[in-house]
């Protein structure tokens, strides 16, 4: 699927993601800034923090209990639709979908 980045000063990135690939690693293989993927997609970092787009959250779905405690503790704001991009696998469905990087 396609997916695009919308950078702070509204610079967009764009990739086609390969299915099955997470979209941390699909951001950080983008040079997505912000997107830092610290842990590697295990989910103790939350230096993947993305928000997004709220057009897609219903397809993206909502983060699952640990991933919302994770949430909890990342350096930008958490919002409606944060999620943690490595807990986000590319599947055709996500065709299109926004995602905003967060900057503190
Ligand atoms: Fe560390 Fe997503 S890469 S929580």
Do not use: F
Request: glycine letters at 6%; proline letters at 8%.
């Amino acid at each position: 699927p396609k997916v695009t980045w919308i950078l702070k000063d509204g610079k967009e990135i764009t990739a086609d993601v390969p299915v099955g690939h997470n979209l941390m690693e699909a951001a950080v293989a983008k040079n997505v800034p912000n997107v830092i993927g610290e842990c590697g997609g295990c989910l103790s970092c939350a230096t993947c923090h993305v928000y997004v787009d709220p057009a897609w959250y219903a397809k993206t779905g909502a983060p699952d209990d640990m991933e919302s405690d994770m949430l909890e503790i990342t350096v930008a704001e958490r919002k409606p639709t944060s999620r943690l991009s490595c807990q986000i696998k590319a599947v055709p469905e996500l065709d299109g979908l926004i995602l905003r990087v967060p900057y503190i």
